[in-house]
């Protein structure tokens, strides 16, 4: 077990296709699909070729006028000038690429430097960040944010207030006592293309639901034929990725003297941060569960269930937690509060105008998940990996 306030390192292992992104997105007429893989275009190259000749206006005007490249045209590039080759997780996810269109084809890309894809520090601190708040919170937490919506205008950050209370202000934030530097880069050959669809929740009966897979920008297809379904790509980390980088806990800042002067009611340790990110994913995996039963996802359920177990494998552990982290995981994924059945919290969602139309009497909240398809079936949630601390 790593030493409290020594000089550690952490390592995370991805259990699940994760993607930490970068904010960009590969768009269509960046790369062209060849042999099950994207292969994404060296366009400075293709300009210089191009400009000693007289095909380069005809290259600019589909580049400005197609949603995708012409293979029948193009083909050569992405044999002959690809920067980068990312395979698909499955040939079937080819075939599906083939017939989507729009957004669909534009495939987030995961953050990378000069060296290659890396971690970065701070989303493995959010994700301690979020842990920390759930287990901070307590019955009538919500009272004090639902009173701000009383006025005439709602507030921007309503739940600052109760953060504050539960973490510490801007300068004395709790999470002071540990920090995570950018991981050491990976190999690109850990990137795959991953394809994912978005699962519903559609009333049958009292208490009774069905799924359906949604078609954007509204509908919804029939459970049978998620092939149908608006499809999603992303360049995630294939499970089993390893990403290792420093960790630093400052033990000091639990000193009483330090903590009166941050206001800090009681000392805190990594362990004490490490128990509530694992209190968080249970609580997170057990709702997961229950919508993977409603929906009848039995491969999804499964994973699920694989998860719990490895959670429960380092359960009594104080330098190891799981955590759900990086794009696709959704509200909850992102929220400390996962009573969502919970009356006040509820009256809170229906001010927002982002999720407050979503909130639908006697329907699960949220309704939907965004689900990664391995293998050309809906199998697992995106963004769950491994956290362990170990001095070196």
Not at 108 to 116: D, H, L, M, Y
Not at 226 to 234: L, V
Not at 345 to 363: F, K, M, N, T, V
Request: with cysteine; net charge positive.
């Amino acid at each position: 077990m790593a030493r409290e306030g020594a000089c550690l390192r952490y390592r995370l292992t991805c259990l699940t296709p994760l993607l930490v992104g970068d904010g960009r997105r590969l768009s269509p007429i960046d790369y062209m699909v060849w042999k099950d893989q994207v292969n994404v275009l060296d366009q400075q190259r293709i300009f210089q070729l191009l400009a000693k000749g007289p095909r380069l206006e005809n290259y600019l005007a589909q580049l400005k006028r197609a949603e995708k490249l012409e293979f029948a045209s193009w083909g050569g590039f992405a044999q002959n000038f690809a920067g980068r080759r990312i395979p698909f997780e499955h040939p079937s996810c080819a075939v599906h690429w083939e017939r989507a269109v729009g957004e669909s084809v534009h495939i987030p890309t995961f953050i990378s430097g000069p060296a290659g894809p890396y971690l970065p520090g701070t989303a493995i601190k959010g994700a301690l960040r979020t842990g920390m708040l759930y287990a901070g919170m307590k019955e009538g937490s919500l009272e004090p944010v639902a009173a701000q919506f009383a006025g005439e205008r709602p507030p921007r950050r309503p739940a600052e207030v109760a953060e504050d209370n539960i973490l510490g202000a801007l300068g004395a934030s709790r999470l002071r006592l540990v920090s995570a530097s950018d991981s050491a880069p990976v190999p690109s050959s850990c990137l795959k293309v991953y394809l994912l669809r978005v699962a519903t929740l559609q009333a049958k009966g009292h208490d009774s639901f069905e799924l359906g897979w949604k078609l954007s920008p509204r509908g919804t297809v029939n459970a049978r034929r998620p092939e149908e379904s608006t499809p999603t790509f992303a360049e995630m980390a294939s499970p089993g990725t390893v990403f290792e980088g420093r960790f630093r806990s400052n033990p000091f800042l639990s000193d009483p003297q330090v903590r009166r002067s941050l206001r800090w009611r009681e000392p805190l340790t990594t362990a004490d941060i490490f128990a509530g990110a694992n209190a968080y994913a249970a609580r997170l995996l057990a709702l997961h569960r229950e919508y993977a039963h409603r929906a009848g996802l039995s491969l999804l359920d499964q994973h699920l269930r694989q998860l719990e177990e490895r959670l429960g494998l380092i359960a009594d552990r104080r330098d190891a937690c799981l955590l759900s982290l990086g794009w696709g995981g959704g509200l909850l994924a992102k929220v400390a509060w996962l009573r969502t059945d919970d009356p006040t919290y509820r009256e809170i969602i229906r001010q927002s105008p982002l999720y407050g139309r979503r909130i639908a009497p006697g329907l699960p909240f949220p309704k939907t998940r965004r689900v990664v398809f391995l293998e050309n079936r809906p199998a697992t949630l995106p963004g769950w990996a491994l956290l362990e601390t170990f001095s070196g």
